[in-house]
């Protein structure tokens, strides 16, 4: 059976952060009909699928404490690349990483790509993903042209906005419950250049920033902020704003150099310390102190950059930022639960600056100051669970510990509230802490009733099920605060 | 395939809690001496082997709920996954794996006989890789947990006695050394065990042993072992190591003149 299915195994599956996760029956099918046999052996078995790619959502949108988990990476080829068009067909276990790979020596690069190259195609498009470019360009969904759909009973619909529309815009966004994207066809963006033209704008406060990215929003490809969350009173939101366009036809003298693959690869080290081993290091100021510290230097040096100008980056160095220290996540914890969660809040332009300095003096209020802050600048999408609106987004990775975990949480309330007053949204990549009438009160009663409503239909048994699911649509109302901490549940 | 049900929860250990210990090869000789011993100190154990008869004995005189045992044959690697998920449900987790299940049948000097040797390579080295592999998934996504895999010293060099022998342990240490290493980092431990003699069945047949243990002594070594942190490859005992050292050094044109 179990050849038939893929390979099955037992093992710990945790959200990114690490704060969340449960020891579950991994099964990783290689191919459709084993995918199917899954699928048939889980309606019979009684038990509930977790749809999970490589993993890369903060929280618990991969991960399951009860039935069996669904591993999809291993459905990952590249079925086809259009060097005409751009267009990429792929398998949904593919990456980003392959994705690109396959596409810039031809140069294209993905219209829509996130601060880490790992998740896989189907989980970006599951999750409906953006990058800095989502003012410009939209979100994953967006740049999507078809999505093959696996639904609970096996079967395999295709869907786009012309095909199953409604499916379409339902399951991209739709956080794998209404069936398994098993491939995903999507366009890619022409670049004549393996580099982007980069600069970086330093800010003294968020209104500036914010001033500052609104100006850029129709010549810039890239715009992102990144926040000195220490920045308090007259400084708040300080920080080092991004701003990077792709190279016009002929800019680039030697094109055919910077489009090739190791143009791209990042730095095998960094001063002199092995990459592999940076986040020992990063460990030792993983505190307020220093954080406070590293963020004020970090400041310091944006300054100095602002002062350089124009400056190239090849595409992967600006936009895998996640990637030059691998499993830097370790710096915040390596036991199982402990980690950081990251709180990603959308507000609309009208109410963005004061929400977002709301949040950072909360924060700062109440003990939890975030290690890490992005500011980016977003537009709406069609999608019915989506994130994206006219507006902005501020994340914030914030530290967890066996100690400060239930104090965070009722934090993370707090910032909900805000966030709710402001009339913001919520993005489930990330979220690992909204409750039910949190979710009803951004979302609307209504979009609720209708994902409810495509998920009746799609998969009448709740085949597809993940901690997340049961979290912010199974639960009662603000029954549940937090998250059961691990062995206790 | 059976639902793991609630019985299947997070499998870290916090603290207070007993270590749980997977043993493969715990009908005889140093595996049952384990399991004993990890039962009296109120470790959670699992003891696997082909014995059942030997298994009822091994838990009817361990203190009870201390020893959960499960018919296993090393041969039947395909059904490793299964049961590692049942034992982690059983046990509410796992800290650490003892592959101790090994067999030396004795060859005469003028014996060359593919079967036996298939066996040997299957028990001693192919069930180890097995176990070691499964198990090492669950506590890489764990980052945590300790593997330890009995080889011998007769993996340091091979002897004139049974080639297969000594092949199957030179494959187990260095199959245990590389994962050690890949392991490195990621919060797993993995510890090779390499015992001189130890009077057990396996040893019966021989008329002298050299510098003989009992499997009581070898387990209570390999326990203090893999719980402290100084060694991830013991030789039990510890004077093995400087006569490996001087015997891993003669050269092969000497070596095969030599009886030892």
Same mark, same amino acid.
């Given at each position: 059976m179990a050849l038939e299915m893929g390979r099955v195994g037992i093992e710990r599956v945790e959200g990114w952060g690490m704060s969340v996760g449960s020891v579950a029956r991994v099964i990783r099918p290689e191919n459709l009909d084993q995918l199917r046999a899954v699928l048939a052996e889980a309606r019979k078995a009684g038990v509930t699928l977790a749809p999970r790619g490589?993993?890369? %959502?903060?929280? &618990? @949108? %991969? *991960?399951?404490?009860q039935g069996w988990c669904l591993d999809?990476?291993? /459905?990952?080829?590249?079925l086809s690349f259009d060097e005409s068009t751009g267009d990429a067909d792929l398998e949904g276990g593919a990456t980003i990483r392959q994705l690109w790979r396959r596409s810039l020596p031809s140069g294209y690069w993905p219209k829509v790509v996130s601060g *880490? /190259?790992?998740?896989t195609v189907g989980g970006a498009a599951g999750m409906n993903i953006h990058g800095k470019n989502n003012f410009k360009v939209g979100t994953f969904g967006d740049n999507l042209l078809e999505i093959d759909l696996l639904l609970a009973n096996g079967d395999l619909l295709t869907c786009s906005r012309e095909q199953n529309a409604e499916l379409f815009h339902g399951a991209i966004g739709g956080f794998g419950m209404l069936g398994i994207i098993t491939r995903v066809k999507t366009r890619t963006q022409r670049v004549y250049s393996g580099d982007v033209r980069v600069r970086g704008i330093s800010c003294h406060d968020l209104g500036e920033m914010m001033e500052a990215m609104q100006e850029l929003v129709d010549v810039a490809d890239y715009l992102v902020g990144w926040i000195?969350?220490?920045? @308090?009173? %007259?400084?708040?939101?300080r920080g080092l704003l991004h701003d990077a366009r792709y190279l016009a036809?002929?800019? &680039?003298?030697d094109p055919g150099k910077t489009l090739c693959?190791?143009?791209?690869d990042l730095a095998d080290s960094v001063m002199g310390v092995p990459k592999a081993e940076i986040w020992r290091v990063l460990r030792l100021f993983n505190h307020d102190l220093g954080m406070r510290l590293i963020n004020g230097v970090k400041q310091v040096a944006g300054r100095m950059e602002s002062m350089r100008g124009w400056h190239r980056q090849s595409h992967g160095g600006f936009n895998f930022?996640? &990637?030059?220290?691998? &499993?830097?996540?370790y710096a915040y914890a390596?036991?199982?639960?402990?980690g950081l969660i990251q709180y990603q809040a959308f507000l609309p332009s009208e109410t963005a600056l004061d929400g977002f300095l709301a949040l950072l003096a909360e924060g700062q209020a109440s003990g939890h100051v975030p290690y890490l802050g992005v500011l980016k600048r977003h537009r709406p999408d069609?999608?019915? /669970?989506?994130? @994206?609106?006219d507006g902005w987004s501020l994340a914030m990775d914030l530290k967890v510990t066996a100690k400060n975990r239930a104090h965070l949480w009722q934090t993370c309330a707090r910032f909900s509230q805000i966030c709710l007053n402001a009339g913001g949204r919520f993005y489930f990549a990330k979220d690992q802490v909204i409750s039910p009438s949190v979710a009803r009160a951004s979302f609307g009663a209504r979009r609720i009733a209708a994902f409810r409503e495509l998920k009746a239909q799609a998969d009448p048994q709740g085949l597809f099920s993940t901690d997340l699911w049961r979290r912010?649509?199974?639960?009662?109302?603000?029954?549940?605060?937090h998250g059961p901490w691990p062995g206790q549940a | 395939m059976q639902h793991p049900g609630s019985s299947l929860q997070n499998s870290s250990s916090t603290g207070s809690v007993p270590e749980r210990v997977l043993v493969v090869g715990?009908?005889?000789?140093i595996g049952a001496a384990l399991v004993r011993q990890l039962a009296s100190e109120g470790c959670q154990v699992a003891a696997l082997a082909r014995r059942e008869d030997r298994l009822a004995e091994l838990a009817a005189d361990a203190?009870?709920?201390?020893v959960k045992v499960y018919r296993h044959?090393?041969?039947?690697?395909?059904?490793?996954p299964a049961l590692l998920e049942r034992i982690v449900g059983d046990l509410g987790g796992l800290d650490t794996l003892c592959y101790v299940a090994g067999v030396m049948p004795m060859v005469g000097p003028q014996e060359y006989d593919p079967d036996l040797d298939r066996t040997m390579v299957e028990v001693n080295l192919l069930g180890g890789m097995a176990w070691c592999a499964e198990v090492a998934r669950l506590f890489l996504s764990e980052r945590r947990g300790t593997i330890v895999g009995v080889s011998s010293v007769a993996g340091e060099r091979g002897r004139r006695m049974n080639p297969a022998y000594h092949a199957s342990k030179a494959g187990f240490s260095t199959y245990l050394e590389s994962l050690r290493n890949r392991l490195e980092g990621h919060g797993v431990r993995v510890v090779t065990i390499l015992p001189g003699m130890v009077k057990t069945e396996m040893t019966r047949e021989i008329d002298k042993l050299v510098w003989p243990i009992t499997p009581e002594q070898a387990a209570r070594t390999m326990i203090a072992t893999w719980r402290?942190?100084?060694?991830s490859t013991r030789f039990i005992p510890l004077r093995w190591c400087l006569v490996m050292a001087v015997i891993r050094a003669i050269p092969s044109r000497i070596f095969r003149h030599l009886n030892i």
């Open positions: 490589t993993g890369c %959502s903060y929280g &618990d @949108a %991969s *991960t399951t404490e999809l990476t291993h /459905m990952n080829r590249v *880490t /190259m790992f998740p000195d969350t220490f920045g @308090a009173g %007259s400084a708040a939101g036809e002929g800019e &680039d003298s693959l190791e143009h791209q930022l996640l &990637d030059y220290v691998p &499993d830097w996540k390596r036991q199982a639960g402990e069609p999608f019915l /669970m989506t994130h @994206a609106l912010v649509f199974e639960q009662d109302p603000d029954q549940r605060s | 715990a009908s005889s000789g203190p009870a709920q201390t044959d090393v041969l039947d690697a395909g059904e490793v402290g942190s100084f060694w």
